[in-house]
């Protein structure tokens, strides 16, 4: 086992870490309090190749290996959670069951422009009002009617879509219901009939917009089906397997800052004739934080190499989505904790670090869901 970065890789991290140093970073406290996505380092990400992470380079993306785009998501973690989760959401539910299931006139005509920063961001529209990780439960309908989809119905909490140009919806296109009675169909956002409300009062992750959405008779042509109809259940339960990873790497991000947060004011910050850290009960916080990063960037990586290898990783990316965010939570509490009043103060970023970690146990589906994927495989596994 070869647990080294290459050198591609260990220069792609450099790269992407020094311009979140500088275009992210030191401005995540600003858009997150405007509640406003950072388009200014978003349209310079296009030529970086950040965009189209997940994205082959005959499409204009940058076509990086499964670690490689971890990397990237951890990076914009730790420069700010809700950057970091509009880029995951674009490159891995937005780009990329285009990439995966597209036809190649579908991928010509909408992925060069979405990952060159050029354009805005695109969609998946999954959950709903009454539907969350029980996808077989959404009620959002598609009939056939002559050369074009006719589609009814809403959905809620999604992630970029007021500032996207494109959204890829989960409807049913078969009334009778069953694991085949679903499909994927792209839908312009400036469609007839489609109606994006304004953007959720969050807890955390200001600088990233969720949203609902309404359509009503909304008509979108024929070929803007994704991949075979029928399929949609499974085309999105194999995005949703590689979207873990990007939410497990957002949360190794945030752990990262917040522990580089609670080690530069421990060692600043005296009290009883002493740093905080000379003092062994937080010595003892950091170096659980310290451990719990490491392990859970292990476990993103070891996802992530599966992936890339082609061998089954739906197990490995619940366990590190599950260990990563829960994680994340609990370096986040005990960087404040370090911090004491000063923690739970807006003038230090780890109480917007805890407040962005917390949405992270219930994107893409909830720490109790991960503890259900993982259970099935591991009672499938042991006969």
Known sequence: MDFQLTEEQRMWRKTVHDFVAQEVKPQAAEFAKAEELNWPAIRKMGPLGMLGITTPEEYGGAGVDA???????????????????????????????IAMFGAPK???????????????????????????????????????????????????????????????TLVRTDPAGGSCSMSMIIVPTDAPGLHIAPHEKKMGLGSSHAHGITYENVHVPRENLLGEQGRGLQQTLRTLAGGRIGIGAISVGIAQAALEEAIRYAKERRSFGATLSQHQALQ???????????????????????KEQGKPFTKAGAMAKLFATQMAERVAYNAIQIHGAYGYSREYPVERLYRDARAMTIGEGTSEVQRMVIARHVLEEIQ
């Open 67 to 97: 670690i490689s785009a971890a990397i990237a998501i951890e990076e914009l973690g730790w420069g700010d959670g809700g950057t970091a989760l509009n880029i995951a959401a674009h490159t891995g539910l937005g780009c990329a069951p």
């Open 284 to 306: 003892w916080m950091l170096a659980d934080a310290g451990t719990e990063i490491h392990a859970a960037r292990l476990m993103i990586y070891y996802a992530a190499w599966l």
């Open 106 to 168: 579908q991928k010509e005509k909408y992925l060069p422009r979405a990952v060159s920063g050029e354009g805005k961001l695109i969609s998946l529209a999954l959950t709903e009002p009454g539907a969350g990780s029980d996808l077989q439960g959404i009620k959002t309908q598609a009939r056939l009617e002559g050369d074009e989809w006719v589609i009814n119905g809403a959905k809620a909490w999604i992630t970029n879509a007021g500032d996207a140009d494109y959204v890829t």
